[in-house]
């Protein structure tokens, strides 16, 4: 499955940074003329949760920024365009690089609190005795988010039942160990949706397999 053991912790780095870095809420603050810099894990991207420029004050009398009211008071639209939806940005707090100063005469800060979000994650279903195809470029490798196998109540559009099979939801318990086992770290991969996944449904229904994942740069 992996080239080398240095390989097989890279990925195993990627995949938990992966899933931490998209729960987690970072923060960062930073005094006039300081560096805020802001990085996410690779096959993320920066979604900015709070960002406000001013100076410490009482909440009624709250210094924010002078640039329009674009976005909500909480969201600086400077640090937004500068960050949002990238995998990381750098910018000096100053007035210049907020377009004025909001309190002449005092030192202001920035606070920026932000997630990272997956930016290529990619949700491929196959119907029982289909074969999924996974595939990333030649610079980067699979990481799987999630499978299941079975069926779902509310998903069930893709793959319906046979004319007169009632609709059920059964799915698999261990779907994503096995697709993990099968394709992470790998460039390509092919996944037979049959009985490698075992019989979690009744006879008569007809299973699929739904995958979720991403491809992560390649150690080098």
Not at 24 to 53: F, N
Not at 90 to 103: E, I, N, V
Not at 146 to 151: D, F, Q
Request: net charge positive; glycine share 6%; with cysteine.
């Amino acid at each position: 499955m992996f080239s080398s053991f240095a390989d097989m912790l890279f990925f195993r780095y990627f995949f938990t940074a992966l899933l931490s870095g998209t729960l987690r809420t970072y923060q960062k603050a930073a005094c006039d003329e300081e560096w805020v810099s802001i990085r996410c894990p690779a096959g993320t991207t920066i979604s900015i949760q709070l960002a406000q420029y001013g100076k410490t004050a009482p909440a009624a009398s709250l210094c924010r920024s002078s640039n329009p009211n674009i976005f909500p008071d909480l969201m600086d639209p400077t640090v937004v365009g500068l960050c949002q939806k990238k995998p990381s940005c750098k910018f000096q707090t100053s007035p210049q690089t907020f377009g004025g100063d909001p309190c002449p005469g005092s030192r202001k800060f920035v606070e920026v609190a932000y997630k990272c979000r997956p930016s290529e994650f990619r949700s491929v279903i196959g119907c029982q005795d289909d074969v999924i195809q996974l595939s990333c470029n030649k610079s980067s490798r699979l990481a799987i988010y999630s499978a299941n196998y079975g069926r779902t109540e509310y998903e069930s559009v893709s793959c319906p039942q046979p004319a007169g099979v009632q609709e059920e939801t059964c799915l698999a318990s261990y779907a994503t160990e096995t697709v993990m086992q099968m394709c992470h770290g790998k460039r390509r991969c092919a996944l037979g949706v049959d009985s490698t996944f075992g019989n979690p449904c009744k006879p008569e229904s007809r299973m699929y397999l739904k995958v979720i994942h991403t491809c992560g740069k390649k150690c080098v």
